[in-house]
């Protein structure tokens, strides 16, 4: 019989928007109670949580985390342009071993700034893996396909991604899961596409893709095939309650009703739509829609962090300047954006404070200037924090953050090892 881990995160204030306290027991890697009944005698670790919001992990829908090793590269330059001048280049010398290194450096990242499980598409994955395990974070990993519209490269990549699965999927205590993750209709013929959505269905697995991230992509594909993006991809069967399309930032009305009836996802990612000046994505829209809404990051040099709390402010005041309404979006929404409705894109059992919900829960400091006074925790959590806020992050049930310290992976060498290494790309 295994031993029961048990931890009790006691008197914290618990995210909602009133002032409430209460304590919180897990046992495993699940949320077993949270009342004012419980006692330090219920668990054999106790988390005085006194001057702390309890809140859930935050899920991080659309990322390359890799990408922390192209960070300052290619500033200023429209989606195009950094990608074929900046990007591509760079990531055309990537190494596993570079990959490995930029991936821990983000697991730090991560883990300092609140989020519990990220949604990622790059290369080299199973170094990312590697990452993810020692470093006790939750994440669903997809390589990143494109080949081009060549036949021969298009059986590369789905051979690349069929060995993900052989080897990653549901692996560390099945904290690690994986995505069929084709770049994006601008660089995937449609046979792969395709197949991408048949491998995906036949191994039940989410599906990862850019889409409608630039005015110029859906122009493009106007031009060719006399249809949108989301049109050409519910033609051809890509789209499902499993797909979650990146950016979505110029979706018509009728493409919305088409991601209303097959139930797909959108990872809003502000920053990195801002910095590329790619647009404005239509959030509120998405919601009058019925459409689930999650909230990405991004990688790196596009954004240039992987700070939630950063995504959490922006997505709620590009809206409400957009349609010119201070109505829309409001805090609760927010917040359900970057936890509940990420869990729900990923499916996975995260992203709530509730019984037998998993156990990933970050605690936030609120015994700072700007977290006072507390009249309102979930105006504080969207319009004040700072990622730096974050003094406690459970995962699955383990502590990888305490006291703002990395209990898994060792801080100090990741750095020194990326300001060795940085110059090779």
Request: one cysteine or more; hydrophobic letters at 35%; a negative charge.
């Amino acid at each position: 019989m295994s031993q029961t881990n048990t931890i009790l995160i006691k008197n914290p204030y618990i995210l909602s928007d009133s002032i409430k306290k209460e304590s919180i027991l897990l046992v495993d890697n699940k949320i077993e109670e949270i009342s004012t009944k419980l006692s330090d005698n219920d668990a054999e670790i106790v988390i005085d949580a006194e001057d702390k919001i309890a809140m859930p992990g935050l899920v991080n829908t659309h990322t390359h985390v890799a990408m922390t090793l192209l960070r300052g590269v290619g500033d200023d330059q429209e989606l195009q342009t950094w990608l074929n001048e900046y990007i591509w280049p760079k990531e055309a010398k990537l190494t596993d071993e570079l990959v490995y290194s930029a991936s821990r450096l983000a697991m730090a990242e991560m883990i300092k700034t609140g989020t519990t499980t990220f949604n990622d598409m790059y290369f080299f994955m199973e170094q990312t893996a590697k990452a993810v395990e020692e470093s006790g974070l939750r994440a669903v990993l997809g390589y990143g396909m494109i080949d081009l519209f060549d036949d021969e490269k298009r059986k590369s990549e789905l051979n690349v991604t069929k060995k993900l699965i052989k080897n990653c999927h549901n692996t560390a205590n099945e904290r690690i899961t994986v995505a069929v993750a084709p770049h994006s209709p601008y660089t995937c013929s449609e046979e792969l596409l395709r197949q991408s959505a048949q491998m995906a269905n036949k191994n039940d697995l989410n599906l990862h893709i850019h889409v409608s991230e630039t005015k110029k992509e859906v122009n493009d594909l106007k031009n060719q095939r006399n249809q949108t993006p989301f049109e050409y991809l519910n033609d051809i069967d890509f789209l499902n309650d499993k797909t979650i399309a990146a950016h979505g930032v110029w979706t018509t009305d009728e493409e919305m009703k088409i991601l209303n009836e097959k139930n797909v996802s959108i990872a809003h990612n502000p920053s990195s739509n801002m910095k590329l000046a790619s647009g404005i994505a239509p959030i509120q829209k998405y919601l009058d829609n019925d459409i689930n809404v999650s909230i990405g990051t991004d990688g790196v040099s596009s954004n240039n962090n992987l700070d939630m709390f950063s995504e959490m402010k922006l997505t709620p005041l590009l809206q409400k300047v957009d349609t010119l309404n201070p109505k829309v979006i409001p805090t609760n929404e927010t917040i359900k954006m970057a936890t509940e409705n990420g869990a729900k894109a990923l499916n996975l059992n995260t992203g709530k404070l509730q019984k037998d919900k998993l156990a990933d829960i970050v605690l936030l400091n609120v015994n700072v200037p700007h977290m006072l006074p507390l009249r309102n925790p979930l105006s504080n959590v969207v319009y004040s924090a700072l990622g730096n806020d974050v003094d406690t992050v459970i995962c699955d049930g383990e502590i990888i953050l305490e006291n703002k310290e990395l209990t898994k992976i060792n801080e100090s060498e990741i750095m020194e090892d990326i300001k060795e290494i940085y110059t090779q790309l």
